[in-house]
C-alpha cells in the first residue's frame, strides 16, 4: 500500500467511527455522549473545532490578499490550495456546530432572530458569508473540467476582486470576532488570557498560522504523493511569519504588563505552566528557529516549523475556549473518548474531501499520479488468501469500505448503555446503618439527614409489635438487616431479587413455569410478583407495600417507610407540618456533634463521678 | 414598578419551602445527582436552592435578574430578555441551544437539560406570570420567616440599608446585588461575606455587556477600512504594474 491509500484508511476508519457516536449523540442527547456540564458549557467542539477550524483556515485569506491584492504572482501556485482549505475549514466548522449545539434544527434562527449586541451573532453571520464567498472563489477550480460552466466560470473570474476583498474584510472581522466572544466572561477566563484586546490578538495569532498552514500543507501533500515541495515559493512566507509572531509576543506580553498582571508570569501554578508551554510551542519556538537562515530554507525546517506553529495556535484557541476558565466546583473538564472521535471523524471528513478534490480537479499546478488509474500499477493481492483484489480502485474502494463498517460497530459496542441510557446517573453506594437510640440517617454522608428517634417511636408505636411496621421482613426471619444490604444505591432502583434461591428448592429448570409466563420469552417483565407466594410479607398495618422484586433506591425507602404513616397521623392529629421536609429534616451533622458533646458533658459534671474518689 | 427580591440571609432557616414552591408553581419533576450538576442544588429542574454558606449559614440560590443582563447581551438570537417588570425570561422557542448565555452569566446560573435529546436553557423566571398579574412570586410567598420578600427594587434597597444601620454589629455593610455588574433585580443582606457565590471574586460595577460593545462597535468601521485599504493598495499596484508595462512597450521598440 502506497502512502495514500494508508492516510485514506485511516482518515475512513475515523468516519467510520464517528458515525455510531453521531447517532448517540442526536438519540441520547448531549449529557449522554460528552462530558459537558452545567459548569462547563462549552468543550472541545467549540474550542477545537469550532475556534480551531476557523484558525485553521487563515490561509485563504492571507494568501489570496498577497497574490490578487499585492500582485505578487510567484505565489500563484498555492493560492488554490489555501482556498480549498479555508473552504473545507469552514465547511467543517458549520458541521460541527451542528453537534454542539443542542437544538442544532433551530440554527437559521440566526438569519430570523436578530441580536447585533451578541458576539455569536457576528461570529455566525461571518461564517455564513465567508463561506458563501469561499464557495464561489473555489468554484472556478472544478467549473474547468465541465465545458458546460465556462459562462459560470467566466462571470465568477470577473467577480473574483470583490469575491477576494470580501473574503478579506470577513475574515478579518471573523478571526477576531472569536476573540471577543470572551470578552463577556472576564471572571471565568484566567487573567493570563483575558484582555480586552483579545480581538486583535486573535488576528494577528491567525495570520501567523495562516502562513505556518500554507506551508504545511504543501509540504504534507508533497510528501503523501511523492510531489516536489515548494520550499523556495514558501521561504517568504516564513520570514513573514517570523515577523507576525514578533508582533503578537509583544502585543501579547505589553497587555500583561499594561493590566498588572506581568506577576502572574512568575507564580507558579498550573495555569501559569499551561501558558509557558503554550507560548513556546505558539510562538517562541518557531520565532527563534525561524531567524536561522539555513532551517527556513530546508524543506525539513519549514515543515516542522509549520507543524509547531499550528499546533501552537490551535492549542491557544483550545486553551481560551475552555482549558483556561476557572471553574466554580464543577470539577476539571476532559473530553470524554466520543466527543474525541467526533472531532477527529470531521477532520477525517475534510481530509478526505480535500484528498479528493485534490485527486479530481486541478488544485496543484502538477496534479498528483493518481496510481489506481496507472495501467501499469502491479496488480495486488491479499497477503492472507492470495487472492487478487480486483483493479486497484476497487480493492481501494473494498478496503475503505470495510474500514468504515468496521470502525462504526466498534464505536456502537464501545458505547456502552449506562453512559447513554443512565440519564447521567451513576451508582451511589449507600452506607449500612447502625442501630441506637436515635438513627443518623444520612446515606450520602453529606452532612444533612435525619436524627431518628428509634426509641421513641419504637415506644409509641407499640414496643417490639412494631418492628414489623418498618423492618418489613423482605428476607426469612429477619430483624436486623441494613437497609443498604438491598437499597444499595443512593438514587437507583436496584435487582433485589434472588434468582438461584428462588429456583434451587422449587425444582430448578422444571420450576420456571411457576413464576414466568408459558410460552413466552422467560424475563422479568413476564414474572409474578413476590406477593404472589410470600403473603405475609408486609403486615397489614405496615405503611409500605412491597408488590416486585426491585429494590427502589435508598432515597425512596426511607422517603416511603416514614411518608406513608407521617401522613396517616397528620391527618389523625390535625398537624399538616407533620408531612413537610423540615419536620425530619432539620439538622445537620454539625449540630448533633455539638449536641452529644454538651451532653456528655452535662452528665459528666452532674451525673456519677467518672474517677472513683481517691483513696477507695 | 422594578420587581425585586431582598433576600435576609441572617433570617433564613434553610426549611427550603422556597425550593418546593419552586417545584409546584412551575411544575419541575423531581430530580436526583447527576454527573453534570455543577454541585450547587441549581438544575434544570431546581430553578432555587439552598447551599451553606460561611458559619452555617443558609444562602438561597437563584438568578439575580440583572439589570444589564450578561446572558441577554450573549445570546445570538434573543432567547433571553429582560422585560420591562424586571424579570429575565427565557423563549424557548428562539433558543437554538449554543449555551453561550450560561457562559456569560457572572453567576453560572442558567442550566441545561443535559439528558434530553431536546434540550432547552432553564432558569428562575421571577415568577413571571405571576408577578404580571400582581402576586408576588412562589418563593417569596410561602417563606415562614420572611427571610426572602418581594417588592418594589427601591423601595427594598432602602429597606436593606436601614436593617444594616439598625445592626451594624450583625450585618456586613453591603447590600449584594446593588452594584455588581451594574446592580441586579435579586438582592441579599448578610451577616457572613457571600463572595463565595462567585467564587471569591469580586465583581465590579461596570455592566458586562459593555465589555464586548466596544468590539462589537467597531465592527462596520473595521470591514469598510479594511476593503478601503486593500483596494486602494490594490488600485496602486495594478496602476504601477500597467504603467511599467507602457513603459516597457514605448521603449522596447527604440532600443
Known sequence: ?616 | MRAAILTDVTKCIGCEECVVACKKTNRLIADVPRRWDAGDGLTSRNWTSVVTGPAQSHVRKQCRHCLEPACASACPVGAMHKTEIGAVVYDAAKCMGCRYCMMACPYGVPRYDWDAAVPYVRKCILCYERIRIGQQPACTDVCPTKATIFGDRDALLAQAHQRIAQKPDLYWNKVWGETEAHGSSVLYISNVDLSFLTDGQAIPADPLPQKTAAAMGAVPYTFCGVLAIMGTVNWVIERRIKLQKEKADGQSPET
Open chain 1, 1 to 616: 500500500m502506497d502512502r495514500v491509500r494508508k492516510l485514506k484508511l485511516v482518515l475512513w476508519l475515523g468516519v467510520g467511527l464517528a458515525l455510531s457516536v453521531a447517532a448517540a449523540r442526536f438519540l441520547f442527547g448531549l449529557g449522554a455522549t460528552t462530558n459537558l456540564g452545567d459548569a462547563n458549557a462549552w468543550g472541545l467542539w467549540i474550542g477545537f473545532d469550532v475556534m480551531g477550524g476557523v484558525a485553521l483556515a487563515a490561509g485563504g485569506f492571507i494568501v489570496t490578499a498577497v497574490v490578487y491584492i499585492f500582485k505578487l504572482e510567484r505565489f500563484h501556485a498555492i493560492v488554490r490550495p489555501a482556498v480549498l482549505t479555508a473552504f473545507l475549514g469552514y465547511a467543517a466548522v458549520a458541521f460541527s456546530l451542528l453537534f454542539d449545539l443542542g437544538l442544532p434544527w433551530n440554527i437559521w434562527h440566526m438569519i430570523v432572530y436578530w441580536n447585533p449586541h451578541s458576539a455569536l451573532f457576528e461570529v455566525g453571520w461571518c461564517v455564513m458569508l465567508y463561506l458563501t464567498v469561499l464557495t464561489l472563489e473555489f468554484l472556478p477550480v472544478p467549473a474547468e473540467d465541465f465545458p458546460r460552466l465556462a459562462k459560470v466560470r467566466a462571470a465568477l473570474l470577473r467577480l473574483r476582486l470583490p469575491l477576494v476583498l470580501a473574503g478579506i474584510g470577513l475574515s478579518t472581522l471573523h478571526q477576531s470576532s472569536l476573540g471577543s466572544l470572551f470578552l463577556i466572561m472576564p471572571y471565568r477566563l484566567h487573567p493570563l488570557w483575558y484582555s480586552p484586546i483579545l480581538p486583535l490578538l486573535f488576528l494577528v495569532s491567525a495570520i501567523a498560522l495562516g502562513m505556518m498552514m500554507v506551508t504545511f500543507e504543501s509540504h504534507f501533500t508533497a510528501f503523501l504523493y511523492r510531489r516536489k515541495p515548494e520550499t523556495d515559493v514558501l521561504a517568504p512566507f516564513a520570514a513573514a511569519a517570523r515577523w507576525v509572531l514578533l508582533l503578537y509576543l509583544a502585543v501579547r506580553f505589553s497587555d500583561l504588563i499594561v493590566r498588572g498582571q506581568a506577576r502572574r508570569l512568575i507564580e507558579p501554578g498550573v495555569y501559569t505552566y499551561l501558558f509557558w508551554f503554550e507560548i513556546c510551542v505558539l510562538a517562541l519556538i518557531p520565532l527563534v528557529l525561524l531567524s536561522i537562515p539555513r532551517v527556513r530554507h530546508s524543506a525539513q525546517g519549514q515543515w516542522s516549523l509549520a507543524a509547531i506553529g499550528v499546533f501552537g495556535v490551535v492549542f491557544n484557541r483550545i486553551d481560551t475556549g475552555g482549558l483556561a476558565h476557572l471553574r466554580a466546583g464543577g470539577g476539571f473538564y476532559v473530553p470524554s473518548w466520543t466527543e474525541i472521535s467526533i472531532s477527529l471523524g470531521i477532520v477525517s471528513a475534510a481530509a478526505l474531501l480535500f484528498l479528493f478534490v485534490m485527486e479530481r480537479f486541478h488544485v496543484w499546478e502538477q496534479r498528483p499520479a493518481d496510481p489506481n488509474a496507472d495501467p501499469l500499477h502491479a496488480p495486488e493481492f491479499d497477503k492472507v488468501g492470495t487472492t487478487w483484489l480486483g483493479v486497484p480502485s476497487v480493492a481501494s474502494r473494498t478496503v475503505y469500505s470495510l474500514a468504515v463498517i468496521v470502525a462504526a460497530a466498534a464505536g456502537f459496542g464501545f458505547l456502552t448503555a449506562e453512559r447513554a441510557q443512565s440519564g447521567g446517573l451513576e451508582p451511589v453506594s449507600v452506607h449500612r446503618a447502625r442501630g441506637g437510640d436515635v438513627l443518623w440517617i444520612d446515606g450520602n454522608l453529606d452532612g444533612f439527614g435525619v436524627s431518628f428517634k428509634h426509641a421513641e417511636h419504637m415506644k409509641r408505636e407499640g414496643d417490639k409489635a412494631s418492628c414489623v411496621l418498618c423492618h418489613h421482613m423482605n428476607l426469612p426471619h429477619d430483624e436486623n438487616s441494613a437497609c443498604a444490604s438491598c437499597h444499595r444505591d443512593m438514587y437507583q432502583a436496584v435487582d433485589g431479587f434472588r434468582h438461584d434461591w428462588h429456583a434451587s428448592p422449587s425444582g430448578a429448570n422444571i420450576a420456571c413455569y411457576q413464576c414466568h409466563t408459558r410460552g413466552q420469552v422467560r424475563t422479568a417483565s413476564n414474572a409474578i410478583g413476590c406477593d404472589h407466594c410470600h403473603k405475609n410479607l408486609v403486615p397489614a398495618k405496615a405503611s409500605i407495600q412491597i408488590k416486585t422484586y426491585r429494590a427502589v433506591s435508598y432515597v425512596d425507602a426511607m422517603h416511603r417507610t416514614c411518608l406513608g404513616c407521617h401522613a396517616k397521623k397528620a391527618v389523625e392529629k390535625n398537624k399538616p407540618e407533620m408531612v413537610r421536609c423540615g419536620w425530619c429534616h432539620k439538622e445537620s451533622r454539625e449540630v448533633i456533634d455539638a449536641r452529644d458533646i454538651d451532653l456528655r458533658r452535662r452528665t459528666a459534671a452532674g451525673g456519677s463521678p467518672v474517677l472513683p474518689p481517691a483513696g477507695q
